[in-house]
């Protein structure tokens, strides 16, 4: 069975850390290019970070979160991961993990989509 599933949303302080995991099942990752996305109720989601598929060297990140968040991946575990240092009250949101066949930042790319994480930095 193809799944993803988030782990490691909570709430903290400004200035903090989280580490935010996606567990993939069912395909490897390194076939494919893994993102973040977050989301507000109501609204579009929108891109965080995104690693590529085959050599996991090449990651890209929105502008707002560029040298403070990190996206890794472990091949061994099939796990992907968003380091979230220096936290800040608007990186507040619901947080996805997606899978996506080509190289892309577009949500519309991506055709796996776990459940989410919920992030709160209280301001």
């Known amino acids: 069975q193809v799944h993803l599933e988030e782990s490691g949303g909570g709430s903290v302080q400004a200035g903090d850390f989280l580490r935010l995991t996606c567990a993939a099942s069912?395909?490897?990752?390194?076939?494919?290019?893994m993102g973040w996305f977050r989301q507000a109720p109501g609204k579009e989601r929108v891109f965080v970070a995104a690693?590529?598929?085959?050599?996991?060297?090449?990651?890209e990140y929105a502008n707002s979160v560029k040298g403070r968040f990190t996206i890794s991946r472990d091949n061994a575990k099939n796990t992907v991961y968003l380091q979230m240092n220096s936290l800040k009250p608007e990186d507040t949101d619901n947080y996805y993990c997606a899978q996506a066949a080509d190289w892309g930042t577009r949500p519309i790319m991506y055709e796996l989509w776990g459940q989410g994480t919920r992030v709160t930095v209280p301001s």
């Open positions: 690693i590529n598929g085959s050599s996991g060297r090449a990651t």
């Open positions: 069912g395909r490897p990752i390194t076939a494919y290019a």
